[in-house]
């Protein structure tokens, strides 16, 4: 089974039905093995925050050495999102073979008349998947309610009730008592019951808590909790620090906790203390270990501060209650006239959450691609009653925000809110990438389509034209179907995935450069956000300047062809050159070798990543580094410092470094506001972990494809910090998390990292991939040295390396291999004209 096909099964199923009740979900888990048995799950319910609270805990987790599962709703781009193992989405593979398991049971029941709903189905795909990834833990937030919920199958070891407050009342009761029994049902026998409500739906979960045997624990925050002191944990707001991130304290008997959150407004607060308590409650004592995990919590599309020139904020308010807080944390920040985008479902009090938001100068309404989105125009006349604000009635979402950007003046705020899936076609604004593909014949254009979950039936059609330049992208399906029809007029080639509604679709478009010009040019006039896609599409192929990035005024080695990055680690323990260089002077005559030999950036590390290695203390690492660093500062290169510690960066930069490689990729919450305020390019690195775990073994759909997805929301991470894009420089992260195999896929289409519209970064050298060629690993230079060529030629704009002078060459060849006429290296004949007869070769001695 293909998975279009298993997202398609599921996306079918009875979407919005709500079926209260665990029996289904039961049933359909002793069909599976029930593989929810032996886990150990966190459940949290809650009227609000309970996704935000979900997602705090499973980083704390993760962030304690835990192997996590989190499921959480609904999604953005696709299903898979919404389960989780160490951040990474479920695999395709793993839906298909979960539905080729399921469907059969599922196909039986319906047609007995009890068909099972997406959520009970998807539930059960959590579970199973949490099982096969053995998983130390598994983060889950209650869909609706808590008694009844298809969550509610397992029996957790500590469970949260964030809040309480009318809402789904036709189910849950019609009052809050009712709704906080139902909810407060989560709690577990003899186990942790972590609440922030207050008055009677506190009163209401200490009553069911004690008839359950559970453990009340009590949260006092600035938006609710237990009253007249008395909590057991009380968190305090102590406001935006930045565009980014809020200051948190959190504390109890005998402890506190101040960190940052990234994450705005004061009920944000109220979370991280539900949060805390969790994660205390399963063992997480250590107070950098509960700051780093919560500071790391990132949680798209809540109050999402995307630009600041002028304020873009996306959030996925969704009722008036939500709208009322939306409209707090936003007075937070600094700004002029704000300019409101919004979209909502049909089922909501449209007149009071335009009533409770913030007094707009514009509104721009929008509907999302869902048949439960109300009509923009109804929404319309519902602003022009509420308020005084110009009001335009739009249709798709991203026409709408590019309507509101082109109003508003760099003081000034754009809001989109009213729905989580407008934020979710609004975020693709930014995070829409066009990846090149190189499909020499039909066989290869094929395996791209497959790929791309396009139907046999088309990629009959498509395959044989995707021979000329060709491009991969996810879109909405309302943008696919008309890319697939320019396309067709203008005589170029498109594949659409089989995915019906529910997810982005994925397009293959193929064409000569002019074909393409044309394409694009066509969906300049189109509505429903095009003219974007134009504009992303010109962009990757280079259609109106002859360049796939974006011009920049700094020069770095890498601004014109493939500049040499050359190691020196001053470590005693490092996996190729260990102890050869602790020494400092013998680091004095290595950086001295570097330079003479050619190499344009010299990399200092002062800590081993190699698997097994142990971590080394931020003193120690600035001990090692720093003399090393302020005595080559002044040679003729680049200085970069390679550590994962924001600490061991800043004393690096103060030493005289130039440039920051993080190969956690951002890890360090305060690595990217360091690179921001510094104004240094940063080396932003794919990896599972560092060190590398050898026992980790992860699951890739597509191993380049998956990195570049997952190293995209990393440089989105580093802009919205402050980084510019022409400081960012992407690592895919050769030996971290892939296999050897996988690691010579990354080397072979290289190019395809471009669609990130950074300088890209391979460093290979010496590692285990080279055991597939017949080398050891630690000790591989011909192998080395062969890959440095290739990663050149294939789109490198640094190789990092430990043999200088060797690799210089091989970066040479390949530039003189590519450009013959216009090549020109440092020491050359001067008569470039001269031609070689070969009178000097040994062959002709």
Not at 301 to 311: C, K, Y
Not at 697 to 725: F, N, T, W
Not at 824 to 833: F, K
């Amino acid at each position: 089974m293909r998975y279009y096909e298993a997202a398609n099964f599921l996306l079918d199923l009875r979407r919005f039905q709500v079926k209260p009740g665990t029996e289904s979900v039961r049933d359909l888990l002793a069909h599976l093995g029930d593989p929810h048995e032996g886990i150990d799950f966190v459940q949290v319910a809650g009227s609000n925050g309970k996704g935000s609270v979900a997602r705090m805990v499973e980083s704390v987790l993760r962030e304690d050495g835990r192997r996590v599962g989190l499921y959480t709703s609904p999604h953005f781009e696709n299903v898979r999102e919404r389960v989780r193992v160490d951040g990474r989405s479920v695999p395709r593979a793993e839906v298909a073979a979960f539905v080729e398991a399921a469907k059969p049971w599922l196909v039986d029941r319906a047609a007995d008349g009890e068909p099972l709903t997406f959520f009970e189905v998807v539930t059960a795909m959590a579970l199973w998947r949490f099982d096969r990834a053995d998983v130390d833990v598994a983060v889950l937030e209650v869909g609706m309610g808590g008694e009844f919920d298809a969550t509610s199958v397992v029996d957790p070891v500590a469970a949260a009730v964030t809040n309480v407050s009318l809402e789904h009342t036709a189910v849950l009761g019609d009052t809050v008592e009712e709704i906080a029994r139902t909810k407060a049902k989560v709690a577990p026998a003899d186990g942790p019951l972590v609440t922030a409500t207050d008055g009677d739906a506190l009163a209401t979960v200490r009553e069911v808590a004690g008839d359950r045997g559970a453990d009340l624990i009590t949260v006092s925050g600035p938006t609710g909790g237990t009253e007249g002191g008395g909590a057991d944990l009380t968190a305090t707001y102590e406001g935006a620090v930045s565009p980014q991130e809020s200051r948190v304290g959190l504390g109890g008997d005998g402890w506190s906790v101040e960190t940052r959150i990234p994450l705005l407004g004061a009920y944000q607060a109220t979370n991280a203390g539900v949060a805390a308590a969790l994660a205390r409650a399963m063992g997480v004592e250590d107070g950098a270990t509960l700051a780093r995990g919560l500071r790391n919590a990132h949680w798209p599309g809540r109050f999402e501060v995307m630009e600041s020139d002028p304020l873009v904020v996306l959030d996925g308010a969704h009722n008036p209650a939500a709208c009322e807080t939306l409209g707090e944390t936003l007075a937070e920040l600094d700004y002029d006239d704000l300019h409101l985008v919004f979209g909502a479902m049909h089922d909501k009090d449209h007149g009071e959450m335009a009533d409770t938001l913030p007094a707009p100068a514009t509104v721009h309404t929008c509907a999302p691609s869902l048949d439960r989105a109300e009509d923009p125009e109804v929404l319309a006349r519902v602003f022009e009653r509420e308020t005084d604000a110009a009001v335009t009635a739009g249709e798709s979402v991203p026409d709408a925000l590019t309507a509101a950007r082109a109003a508003a003046e760099p003081d000034d705020c754009v809001l989109l809110t009213g729905s989580l899936f407008c934020v979710a076609e609004a975020r693709t604004t930014w995070t829409r990438r066009f990846v090149p593909k190189e499909l020499p014949g039909e066989a290869d254009a094929r395996e791209t389509l497959e790929a791309a979950n396009v139907p046999a039936a088309e990629i009959d059609d498509v395959a044989g034209e995707s021979v000329h330049e060709t491009v991969k992208t996810r879109v909405s399906e309302t943008q696919a179907t008309h890319l697939r029809r320019e396309a067709a007029r203008v005589g170029a080639a498109c594949g659409v995935s089989g995915v019906g509604g529910g997810e982005l679709a994925e397009v293959v478009c193929s064409g000569s450069r002019a074909e393409l010009a044309e394409l694009a040019g066509a969906l300049d006039d189109l509505e429903h956000g095009l003219s974007g896609v134009a504009a992303d599409l010109r962009a990757a192929l280079g259609l109106d300047d002859g360049t796939a990035r974006e011009g920049t005024d700094r020069e770095y080695p890498w601004t014109d062809g493939t500049a040499v990055m050359g190691v020196l680690n001053v470590t005693p323990d490092s996996f190729h050159d260990g102890g050869e260089f602790f020494d400092e002077a013998d680091a004095l005559a290595r950086a001295e070798a570097l330079v003479d030999a050619g190499v344009d950036v010299i990399d200092v590390g002062g800590e081993s990543t190699r698997p097994g290695a142990d971590p080394v203390p931020d003193d120690e690492e600035i001990a090692r580094i720093e003399p090393v660093i302020e005595a080559i500062a002044d040679v003729d290169a680049l200085v970069s410092v390679d550590t994962r510690k924001a600490a061991v960066a800043e004393a690096a930069l103060d030493a005289g470094a130039d440039v920051l490689n993080d190969v956690t990729g951002l890890e360090d919450p305060e690595m990217r506001f360091l690179a921001a305020e510094r104004d240094v390019p940063v080396i932003v690195m794919h990896s599972i972990e560092a060190p590398v775990d050898p026992d980790r073994d992860p699951e890739y759909d597509d191993v380049v494809e998956d990195v570049i997805a997952e190293l995209g929301e990393r440089v989105l991470l580093a802009e919205k910090a402050g980084i510019p894009r022409e400081n960012v420089i992407v690592d895919p992260g050769i030996g971290f998390g892939k296999s050897r195999r996988e690691n010579f896929e990354l080397l072979g289409r290289l190019d395809e990292f471009d669609a990130l519209g950074c300088p890209v970064l391979f460093g290979h050298s010496h590692k285990s991939m080279f055991e597939l060629t017949g080398e050891a690993a630690g000790d591989a230079p011909n192998g080395t040295i062969a890959a440095t060529a290739l990663a050149a030629a294939n789109g490198a704009d640094i190789v990092r390396v430990h043999d200088a002078a060797e690799n210089v060459a091989a970066v040479r060849v390949a530039a003189a291999a590519a450009d013959p006429a216009g090549f020109d290296a440092p020491g050359a004949p001067a008569d470039a004209e001269s031609r070689d007869d070969g009178s000097e070769d040994e062959g002709d001695a």
